[in-house]
């Protein structure tokens, strides 16, 4: 098996991660890729691709850190996780939540977590797999922007 190497995504990278963002269902313009990623990072979050040998990116691990209140430490948060169709069942992903689980540690977060849709079937058994246990449920809202105002 050809070892797999992550790396921080690029504006460059704006069409696999858009590609990769429409596996995971959220359909995505590249061109609005290089703000998002500057953003994430700017927040102190990583956007991370990995690959498969000298392949092209076949995916996608997005993570977020935060200060909570309920917790003696910051908390991670995988925010985004995809294989490649076509390269689901290579180890991939299983990389990508172990890579997830040592960026959560050199930032000195003390718990990491993840959220999926109610459709997730396969990433409901992935997880668990992992050491991610089900906890909880999330519970959710689409926020509209305010009208604008027009003078």
């Known amino acids: 098996m050809t070892s797999i190497s992550l790396r921080a995504a690029a504006p460059g990278d704006a069409k696999v991660v858009a590609r990769l963002l429409g596996e995971l269902g959220y359909p995505t313009a590249p061109g609005d ?10 927040e102190g979050g990583a956007v991370l691709l990995a690959s498969q040998g000298d ?49 959560a540690r050199s930032e000195n977060c003390v718990k990491l977590s993840v959220t999926s849709a109610e459709h997730r079937g396969d990433a409901h058994a992935f997880y668990p797999s992992c050491g991610m246990p089900h906890s909880g449920r999330r519970y959710s809202m689409t926020i509209e922007p305010p009208p604008r105002v027009r003078n």
Do not use: C, F, N
């Open 55 to 103: 392949d092209e990116p076949a995916g996608l691990l997005a993570l977020a850190r935060h200060k909570v209140i309920h917790a003696p430490g910051p908390v991670a948060y995988i925010t985004g996780l995809v294989t490649a169709p076509e390269a689901r069942g290579r180890g991939i992903g299983r990389a990508m939540v172990e890579a997830a689980a040592d960026w």
């Open 33 to 42: 890729v290089p703000a998002r990623l500057e953003a994430v990072v700017s």
